[in-house]
């Protein structure tokens, strides 16, 4: 049952003082399963709503089939949502068709209602404007929805006069100052090849070896000043490349949006093709987006691997010469070349051994805060999660039974089944294993009474949210005092 | 002193490759108390697994056991050969697998699963008739096979010194015909004792068969005995049924006895069909009693479905359930939680304690978790590399590690309060083709000695229970502190144990 009002539980889920970078508006993600009599429907993922603030690492916590997975993977398109809006950086990437014309089919009916009574001249223009900003809607879903590229209208204005984007000015400077350096490099080589020049000729030919030690002297600068040409050339070849995906990306809004989205996945052995090497696993989102330079695409390459602190080396080499986690490693080097500002990351470390989980949770730890990356981290291991994340969600089901801050959650669990699963987390403290005795079962018809009223998602105190009735929303609340 | 069950001593092996020999499993002992949880912990790669599946007998193909015993009721289970091991495996020493999809066959339906080894090995006569000639048999077996062992002990001999370089030439053909000679002596008075041996095997054959025929012929007449003198009730009710109308009150109770005489009569057969054999009935009874025993709800609808319609833990349920049919005295869980959730994890930990408890069992558990070990274990052993670098009671190993491979595998784990950076182990765990000379963990060790690149270390005595094998344990080794991570740790668990 779908009861509350988006907008009103949208601005909750919003902390005010933080910029928001993903928002998941009763997202819906069901499957069909079997044929024939045997039909049915999964409801995996089933009206969840949360909101990610930028900087910050958002988890997901559930038992295997709860959904998480799915939710992850709905939000970055690799299924079509059945239903629900999900906007990133504040653009929508997934509409609601069907809602939009629910909604549009309702307004209509309305007019046709009032029109029955005598409008005045004034109200008609506000039911006209109405109608098509409703229908303006209608139709922007239904483009959303077959992933076109939206042509954004401002984006074609600010073209016209690009010198003003501020991204524009920065890229300018960044490449000008490095051409100022290369020119000095140029001039001063220049000279230097003069120098030796005037040497070499001064001396006396019958001199051999110093003629000779001279000629190698005038060789290497010469080669030092055809480097330092070339890479005059190549840089402004990356500005304009740059400029180009910077054009780009002002002028499409969704190709932009999802480039800046990436994933690393669960299984490190799965997930990278054994037929390609790591250069060209890497690069295969970089050619996606374009990208066509040999050399813009090595260096990028080489960049993504030292940042997860494997060596260029390791590029020409398959997947299987490499050890757990360093394939990990190559899977989240993937999903960096593009200079995302948002991962989601999908049980990351779930698969690996003890001693190579500590090096990825450090990595992924370095990456956000250095790079200010946003993480959907989603995993089943909640020691690994308090240490990680500053928000989380709880999950069973489909249905996001608990979220909220991380100490609101670790130290005052509300929801019984996020009892049972902090229950369970095993300690490595043996009188405290040995004291505590049977974990806790979680059985949903045993700890609920839904007979009189349907749960929803409330918010028992600031920041923390609880899937519950009434009755037990009182009874949370009390628990709290 | 507790009694011992399973005896390990210096147990190497090693499996052929192209490449060469990899040591997987080096110098490794250990001894399991009944009724005790002995877990074995390590990072993958570092032999547990292959020291568990060699007591089990389900080495790989390539694998040898180059040298140690594997004692279990003084007998040494390495020489035991393949015919025979299935004494052994499963019936005595049980196992639960890693991953519940892949050790479970996905055609076969649960129940049959479960009862396929019962009813497989479930020929009584036969089974009895082996026993009564087992040991005459084995004494046979046994002096075939030592024969076989002294013959291949001299060809090694004779190859040794073949290529030893401190004799001459006719130093050594002299050795070797003194060997050979000697070993020809010594195969001779072996092989007379066999015909003798082989003799006996098949007089007591011979006798056991004959016993086994007169049983079966008891039985049989027991059988008939008591078949004939229900079949005499029935055939007088018959007669008495004939006589009375349909309409008569008797007529229908005579009709009720005669029901409950043939269901008797199919009792009775029952009873004794299974004297010869382990029936399917038997076994479904068995089966379902078990599978309440795990816990696993509505055991007659779960025996006949397949394992893809069940949730991970109800497998792992399953594969608990197979181990435990044949009432095994050693249970090995190799892994048994790695690919299961948390709550669920849960959950099997406490079946496992909870089987233990009930049928006194006593469990060898591997694990790379040191927080599931911190529940289950007694005593705990830490490998690494093929070789155990620390053994000791479970609080001495979380509350005062040595080693700096524990230190490592303990705070490369978060748990709830840690908010240091982790200390991950930088490096890879060494090649086993070229094992490294000295300590293995030293390579990867911010705390090693010059000493632990050149000489492998003894064990250090920390208790009587505690061992470590580190040169930081020993007098003149300078003294270093445990990484601040653990002793926090260790401090902040102190002080709640204090607190409650």
Known sequence: MRVINIEVKVSNLKKENREEILRVEDLRQYFKVGSGRNKTIIKAVDDISFSINKGEVFSLVGESGCGKTTTGRAIIKLYEATGGEVYFNGVRIIADYKKAKKVHAELMKAFKEAKKGNLSESELEQWQTKINTSLENLRSTRRNRHFERIVSEEGKETLKNIENVDEYKLLVEKYQGLAENIKTIIEESKKEVEYARNELEKINKSDKVLFKEKQRQLRAFEKKLRNAEKELKLNQLRFKMDVKSLKHDIKYKNKLLMRKMQMIFQDPIASLNPRMTVKEIVAEGLRINGVKNERVIEERVNEALKMVKLVPEHASRYPHEFSGGQRQRIGIARALVVNPSFIIADEPISNLDVSIRAQIINLLNDLRQEKGITILFIAHDLSVVKYFTDRLAVMYFGKIVEMGDKEKIFNNPLHPYTKSLLDSIPQPDPYYERKRGKTRRYNPSLEHDYSKELPTLREVEEGHFVFCNQEEFEKYKASLK | ?500
């Open chain 2, 1 to 500: 002193m507790k009694e011992k069950v399973l005896e390990v001593k210096n147990l190497t092996i090693s499996f052929k490759t192209p490449n060469g020999l990899v040591r997987a499993v080096r110098d490794v002992s250990f001894d399991l108390y009944k009724g005790e949880t002995f877990a074995i912990v390590g990072e993958s790669g570092s032999g547990k697994s292959v020291t568990n599946r060699a007591i089990m007998g389900i080495l790989a193909g390539n694998g040898i056991i180059e040298g140690g015993q594997i004692l279990y009721q003084n007998q040494d289970l390495t020489k035991v050969s393949e015919a025979n091991f299935h004494e052994v495996r499963g019936k005595k020493i049980g196992m639960i697998f890693q991953d519940p999809l892949s050790s479970l066959n996905p055609t076969m339906k649960i129940g049959k699963q479960i009862t396929e080894a019962m009813l497989v090995n479930g020929n009584r006569m036969k089974n009895r008739l082996k026993d009564l000639y087992h040991i005459e048999y084995h004494n046979y077996l046994n002096m075939k096979k030592a024969i076989e062992i002294e013959k291949e002990n001299v060809r090694n001999a004779v190859i040794n010194l073949r290529f030893s370089d401190t004799l001459t030439r006719a130093e050594k053909q002299a050795k070797i015909k003194e060997l050979k000679t000697n070993a020809a002596k010594n195969i001779g008075q072996l092989k007379k004792q066999l015909p003798d041996l082989k003799a006996k095997y098949l007089e007591a054959k011979k006798r056991a068969d004959k016993q086994v025929k007169q049983e079966k012929i008891q039985i049989k007449n027991d059988e008939n005995a008591s078949l004939n003198s229900l079949y005499e009730r029935i055939a007088a009710l018959k007669i008495q049924l004939k006589q009375t109308s349909k309409t008569d009150a008797f007529y229908k109770k005579n009709l009720d006895d005669i029901r409950k005489l043939k269901k008797e009569v199919k009792e009775v057969k029952e009873q004794f069909r299974r004297k010869f054999k382990v029936t399917r009935k038997e076994a479904y009874e068995k089966a379902i009693q078990i599978m309440k025993e795990v816990n696993i709800p509505e055991p007659e609808k779960r025996f006949h479905q397949y394992p893809f319609q069940l949730s991970g833990g109800m497998r792992q349920r399953v594969v608990i359930a197979i181990a435990l049919m044949a009432n095994p005295k050693i249970l090995i869980c190799d892994e048994p939680t790695t690919a299961l959730d948390v709550t669920i994890q849960g959950q099997i930990l406490d079946l496992i304690k909870q089987i233990k408890k009930e049928r006194d069992l006593s469990v060898i558990f591997i694990t790379h978790d040191l927080g599931v070990v911190a529940n289950m274990a007694d005593r705990i052993a830490v490998m690494y590399a093929g070789k155990i670098v620390e053994y000791g009671t479970s609080e001495e190993i979380f509350y005062n590690p040595k080693h700096p491979y524990t230190w490592a595998l303990l705070s490369s784990v978060p748990d709830l309060e840690t908010k240091d950076k982790l200390i991950s182990i930088p490096g890879t765990p060494p090649d086993m083709l070229f094992p490294p000379k000295g300590d293995a963990f030293a390579e990867r060790n911010e705390y090693a000695l010059k000493i632990d690149f050149e000489e492998h270390p003894p064990f250090f005595k920390v208790s009587d229970t505690h061992y470590a094998a580190t040169w930081l344990l020993h007098e003149y080794a300078p003294k270093i502190e445990r990484p601040k991570i653990i002793t926090d740790r260790i401090a902040r668990y102190k002080h709640r144990s204090e607190g409650e």
